[in-house]
């Protein structure tokens, strides 16, 4: 049996959880999609409420391990960004939030008012805006705010979407030359681009 304390050993087990994690954020995003169909049968939808109930379970447990065994440096703080996430799955914006803050600063909202808010009153090096905050395009109406009143912050924007928009949808997103990441995604990805837009 490999030794716990082994370093090597730790690493390995936590490369696992990574990997879990980042399936984890692929099997939410299905689950979200599956919520929207009209029609689900009674018996699929509490399958489905079971699914996302072990899917919580198992997102919490994975968190739990990565910060008891995750070898982290010591942080610099004049060098941490500060990132706002702006999300309405708790799910994947814990574990989003969990991975970034390991070197940024990170604050979260889950409706457009918290993430109005905070946009007016502090300013961030990046901000993650989900289009479909909210199911109404809640991400483009921040945006929008932020050219009218912040015009400097939106260069420091990138979006997520669940892949599939609507025509107008698509046009904004190419307007505003923003980055645009697809879900499902890896935790790597999404560290990737929150760096190359922090620059």
Excluded at 21 to 31: D, G, K, Q, R, S
Excluded at 85 to 108: I, N
Aim: net charge negative; glycine share 6%.
């Amino acid at each position: 049996m490999e030794d716990g304390n082994n370093p090597s050993y730790q690493q390995a087990v936590w490369s696992f959880h990574h990997r879990l994690a980042n399936l984890m954020t692929a099997n939410l995003e299905i689950l979200m999609r599956l919520r929207r169909v009209p029609d689900l049968p009674a018996q699929a939808r509490l399958l489905m409420e079971d699914l996302q109930r072990q899917t919580d379970a198992i997102v919490d447990e994975i968190q739990d391990f990565q910060r008891q065994h995750e070898n982290r440096p010591a942080p610099v703080t004049t060098s941490r960004g500060k990132v706002l996430l702006v999300e309405d799955q708790t799910v994947l914006l814990k574990l989003e939030s969990e991975v970034l803050g390991r070197d940024y600063e990170v604050e979260t909202a889950q409706t457009v008012e918290q993430a109005v808010q905070l946009l007016l009153e502090g300013t961030y090096d990046v901000i993650c805006l989900d289009v479909s905050l909210g199911g109404d395009h809640g991400g483009r109406s921040i945006f929008e705010m932020l050219q009218e009143t912040r015009p400097e912050l939106t260069e420091r924007v990138f979006f997520v979407t669940g892949g599939v928009v609507d025509p107008g949808i698509q046009d904004f997103l190419q307007r505003t030359g923003r980055p645009v990441l697809i879900k499902p995604f890896t935790m790597n990805v999404l560290r990737e681009v929150v760096a190359r837009v922090r620059g």
